[in-house]
């Protein structure tokens, strides 16, 4: 069994007052007061059941123990040091994502190769995930989440709010003539006619249809498979269109309409309370920012 260890405050104390052979520039280098160097002093002195330092006139000096146990003091200090930084150094190297997979398809995964480039010194690993990341076992530094941003324990950053429209491919939108109004969105096949999107977006549009969920109905479990599904022409998808902008810039989707709706929920970047200092977590917090304020300029009207 290990001996009991002597308190690390008082041995870093001890540490500085043996380098400078003086109490008080040792209280001056650790932000303390002499009286708490002499108090840290005397409970190592106690615990040893020696005197470490012969208080003279005009300063101290080290006892014939108190030399030996600064040389070792001084090393432990030294050592501590070292592995902590290094250790730091080693979690600074690598930055673990959890993303939610539309996010990491249509965002992150066009534009992460920039932000390699910018940090060549951090791996990047990224893990699509649709579940809530544990960042309690420490493998996870970020997540981007979709919802309210009430997580405790959480830092929470708004990215942007989850808005809603219609989005089809433009040949669709040829085949009936144009898409001219909203009502004209209902002539095609609705993708997922029972999303509640769907009746939010058409109310808001000022349209009473109590038949779009009587319509042929194209179902997916999630939104970028209804994107791909809209992509390809068969549908008519309900889709959150910053995630959006790039096939829309190709040509492969069209937004027929300003008009979006918000349900209140967003897209946020998270990480624990604990983490906030972490200069990897920062510095991709930073440029993800950056990232989203290109794609939001020229956002539409929400309702």
């Known amino acids: 069994m290990r001996p009991p260890l002597p308190p690390l405050a008082a041995v870093r104390v001890f540490e500085a007052a043996a380098r400078h052979k003086s109490f008080t520039r040792a209280a001056e280098e650790l932000g303390m007061t002499q009286a708490a160097v002499s108090y840290q002093i005397k409970i190592l002195e106690d615990r040893a059941g020696a005197a470490l330092f012969q208080r003279l006139p005009r300063g101290v000096a080290l006892t014939d123990m108190g030399a030996r146990f600064s040389i070792v003091a001084s090393d432990a200090l030294d050592k501590l040091s070292d592995g902590f930084s290094a250790a730091i150094e080693r979690s600074e190297e690598t930055l673990v994502l959890s993303v939610i997979s539309t996010f990491a398809t249509n965002i992150l995964a066009q534009r992460l190769g920039r932000f390699q480039i910018a940090n060549p010194n951090i791996a990047v ?28 324990g959480l830092k929470c950053h708004k990215l942007f709010p989850a808005v809603f429209t219609p ?29 509640p999107w769907w009746k939010r977006w058409l109310e808001a549009a000022g349209i009473k249809d109590d038949r779009h969920e ?28 910053i995630f959006y902008r790039d096939a829309v810039e190709q040509g492969l989707l069209m937004q027929p309409f300003d008009l979006t709706c918000d349900t209140g929920t967003a897209v946020w970047l998270v990480y624990p309370e604990s983490r906030r200092n972490s200069p990897k977590i920062r510095v991709f917090q930073d440029w993800m920012n950056s990232e989203i304020q290109d794609l939001l300029s020229g956002q539409t009207m929400t309702l």
């Open 125 to 152: 690993r990224v893990d699509v995930n649709q579940a809530l990341a544990n960042f309690e076992s420490g493998e996870v530094d970020i997540a981007i989440r979709l919802g309210n941003g009430d997580w405790p």
């Open 167 to 195: 989005m089809l491919s433009p040949k669709l939108a040829a085949s009936i003539g144009g898409i001219h109004e909203p009502a004209d969105i209902l002539k095609l096949t609705i993708i997922e006619p029972t999303d």
């Open 214 to 241: 009587d319509r042929p109905k194209l179902k997916f479990s999630s939104q970028i498979l209804e994107a791909n599904a809209a992509i390809a022409g068969q549908g008519v998808g309900i889709l959150t269109p």
